[in-house]
């Protein structure tokens, strides 16, 4: 049978692959055909999603990783090339962030989001190119952003600077690399179910101890998004595969919302009563 994204032969690194968005990124490049190295600072959430893609019959390398720190990500890098002996694939998902008005952070706050979110992705980057070249058969690298890169986002005003960066960064590696065959790009997820926004930030991933929004939260929040819903981990990890497959061999230097349409929204949502609003009061008809 012909997998309709066929990623055999390939091999994946993914950083911040042990929960949420990059475990699900993890085990979707599998499912294709992917072998992976997760680097993850939780060490049994690494562990764990390295034994479920072994399950599915490919090979998976778990590596404890802290993205603060360079050499452990240019090692990450090259433990998975000596391994696999190649590295196709490579997924900046790494990040984190703490919510606070830029006025009450610290240098060493905003030091720390810019080290997590958009340092670690320079060095994965620089450390996967010259194996990328070396192979001659090109690559993908892509990241994962998000939609705060492109609006405004108060009291996140260092990460969302930080995902705006990385997605500036993709254009300009999107045409520094494309003569060896490396495309870069981008998604940017919104509102998203991940393990993080759920209150289960260490440990295994426990659904069953997730904290879950209240009936109002739930409710604002879906009409806050168009397709009326959360967005799935996996949802993300469909659109990561489809970037990094041949199916998107001509699509190099985007960002690609992963978001059920809240950036078209741009603000509009719909109101108690149904209708289409900018604000709730405002008549539009």
């Known amino acids: ?22 475990r699900a990124i993890a085990i979707r490049l599998a499912e294709a055909g992917a072998h992976v190295a997760i680097g993850d600072i939780v060490t049994e959430r690494c562990e764990e999603t390295a034994a479920r893609i072994r399950e ?11 993205v603060m720190d360079g050499d452990q990500v240019r090692a990450l890098v090259a433990t ?5 002996g190649r590295v196709d694939i490579l997924v ?41 070249r070396r192979g001659g058969q090109g690559g993908a690298i892509v990241g994962v952003s998000s939609m705060e890169g492109s609006r405004a986002a108060p009291g996140f005003a260092v990460y969302a600077a930080c995902k705006a960066a990385m997605e500036s960064f993709t254009k300009s590696m999107a045409l520094e690399l ?20 759920r209150g289960n930030r260490s440990g295994p991933v426990d ?5 879950q929004p209240s009936p109002q939260m739930e409710d604002a929040m879906c009409r806050a998004i168009p397709l009326g819903r959360e967005g799935v981990d996996m949802e993300c990890g469909d659109a990561v595969a489809f970037l990094c497959s041949d199916r998107a061999s001509y699509i190099t230097g985007v960002t690609l919302p992963v978001d059920g349409g809240t950036m078209a929204a741009s603000g509009w949502h719909r109101g108690t009563r149904g209708n289409w609003t900018l604000a709730e009061g405002l008549n539009f008809d």
């Open 1 to 22: 049978m012909t997998l309709l994204i066929d990623l055999r032969g390939r091999t994946a690194v993914v950083t911040g692959g042990g929960g949420g968005i990059g």
């Open 92 to 132: 900046n998902n790494a990040g984190g962030v703490s919510r606070r008005m830029f006025a009450d952070q610290s240098q060493r706050s905003w030091q720390r989001h810019i080290d997590i979110n958009f340092t670690s992705m320079l060095a994965a980057t620089h450390a996967v190119i010259p194996i990328m």
């Open 178 to 197: 494309s003569a060896d065959g490396i495309r870069v790009n981008c998604i940017a997820p919104d509102h998203t179910v991940t393990p993080g926004n």
């Open 80 to 84: 998975a090339d000596a391994q696999f």
């Open 56 to 66: 599915s019959g490919r090979e998976a390398l778990a590596f404890p990783l802290d």
């Open 207 to 211: 659904p069953t101890s997730w904290v």
